[in-house]
């Protein structure tokens, strides 16, 4: 695949010939699969009764100090698989009821993935297929997904960009995510809802972060500025401490208080369309817990 040759797929720009080295992000040609399975604990509209079709990609083109799931956007754990094989992983997901296809980390492999989507989606692919991002994307690689994903699923995760240079390691995340994000609402428009499910539409995730709640209140504001109620906000507090994680501000919980405080924000400045989590969603690890509440 050409674009593999002299990857620009990220913002990291690598150029590397990644059938012969590694860029940042540690990925080679092939596509790097850790699992899959239907997940239950995405947003409600995602994860329905049946469960969403999630596909865990190995590696990944941030470094986000707090990552949850380390050893496989990291460390790279996983197994390589053939395009044939991950088109068979995307049916095997359909035929077992799945609401969607989650492709989650999906960008570093999008050549190989909308290849096999340009072969099936509409034919023997018929649900919807979700794009699960951090948004630190290139606006050529989402354009190569247009008409092939129905629902992005973003992070935006810092407004200040010293948070994204120190705990992700990446420049310019909030100019180069929110260039992103439009991009994505381009694609594909306000939220179309049937039965409870997303069919279409932008879903744009906040994790407050622990002493960060003032960044996550610019967060929302942004978003509900631009985009008012054409998409839906998933305000998130299941922020878990990981061992490997140096900075000591982040090695705790998100406490109620502060929690409760961006919600509050977001209320006071007139969000109405946001999903928010309620109890102790930390203690789940790398699965969320969304209660089936809508603000
Ligand atoms: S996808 Fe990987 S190799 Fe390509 S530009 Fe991004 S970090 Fe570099």
Not at 153 to 171: H, I, M, P, Q, V
Request: glycine share 6%; hydrophobic share 35%.
């Amino acid at each position: 695949m050409e674009l593999l040759k002299e990857c620009h797929l990220c913002p990291r720009n690598c150029g590397v010939n990644r059938y012969q080295e590694k860029g940042y992000c540690g990925a080679t040609n092939k596509v790097r699969v850790a699992y899959y399975s239907l997940h239950h604990w995405e947003e409600p509209v995602l994860s329905g009764t049946r469960g969403s079709g999630t596909v865990f990609f190995s590696h990944c083109n941030l470094s986000c100090m707090y990552c949850q799931n380390q050893k496989i956007s990291l460390k790279g754990y996983g197994k390589n698989i053939s395009n044939k094989r991950l088109q068979e992983i995307f049916l095997e997901l359909q035929k077992k009821k799945a609401h969607n296809i989650n492709l989650v980390t999906p960008t570093i492999y999008v050549p190989q993935i909308a290849s096999v989507l340009r072969k099936i989606k509409g034919k023997e692919l018929t649900i919807p297929v979700v794009y699960n991002t951090s948004s630190y994307e290139n606006i050529g690689t989402l354009m190569a997904m247009r008409g092939l994903v129905d629902i992005y699923l973003a992070d935006l995760k810092y407004f200040d960009d010293e948070l994204g240079r120190k705990y992700s390691k990446c420049e310019n995340y909030f100019e180069t995510a929110t260039l992103a994000i439009d991009e994505m609402f381009r694609q594909v428009g306000k939220p179309v809802l049937r039965n409870h499910l997303m069919k279409k539409g932008l879903i744009v995730r906040v994790l407050v972060l622990p002493g960060h709640t003032l960044d996550a209140k610019q967060i929302i504001e942004y978003l509900y500025k631009t985009y008012q109620d054409d998409i839906i906000i998933s305000i998130m507090n299941q922020y878990t401490p990981v061992a490997e994680c140096p900075y000591e501000n982040l090695n705790r919980k998100l406490t109620e208080e502060e929690y409760e405080d961006v919600i509050n924000y977001a209320l006071t400045i007139g969000v109405q369309k946001a999903f928010i989590q309620e109890g102790d969603t930390a203690e789940e690890s790398f699965i969320p817990d969304f209660d089936k509440r809508i603000l």
